[in-house]
Nanobody, 129 residues
Framework: QVQLVESGGGSVQSGGSLRLSCAAS????????MGWFRQAPGKEREGVAA????????YHTDSVKGRFTISQDNAKNTLYLEMNSLKPEDTAVYYC??????????????????????WGQGTQVTVSS
């Protein structure tokens, strides 16, 4: 099992930037994929970006493509989400998650909450207009 702790959330104005971090501990070598999800009030949790940890390939959903970037620092066992050009609709609690099994489907189908097994506690991001 992997323990995940997010940090870096906060309040920014529209157009601003934030960088989220997710520190992983425990059996981190078992994580084939890691991802960022978000959940706005009254809405379902949705995937934002994912990374295949062994080779560093990434996927970003259309809503954040070109604005957000997922990355990792394997030496520090840390996952990042660089968020630029933030919009009010990006306001949500952001979670990082890990998956320990290989996935044979598409990136799009992988980036669903039910496909990930370990979760952090979340960090709030608020973007004001």
């Amino acid at each position: 099992q992997v323990q995940l702790v997010e940090s870096g959330g906060g309040s920014v104005q529209s157009g601003g930037s934030l960088r989220l971090s997710c520190a992983a501990s425990g059996y981190t070598d078992s994580s084939y994929y890691m991802g960022w999800f978000r959940q706005a009030p009254g809405k379902e949790r949705e995937g934002v970006a994912a990374i295949r940890t062994t080779i560093g390939s990434t996927y970003h959903t259309d809503s954040v493509k070109g604005r957000f970037t997922i990355s990792q620092d394997n030496a520090k066992n840390t996952l990042y989400l660089e968020m630029n050009s933030l919009k009010p609709e990006d306001t949500a609690v952001y979670y990082c998650a890990a998956r320990s099994n290989w996935y044979y489907g598409t990136w799009y189908s992988l980036l669903r909450p039910e496909e990930f097994t370990d979760w952090g506690q979340g960090t709030q991001v608020t973007v004001s207009s």
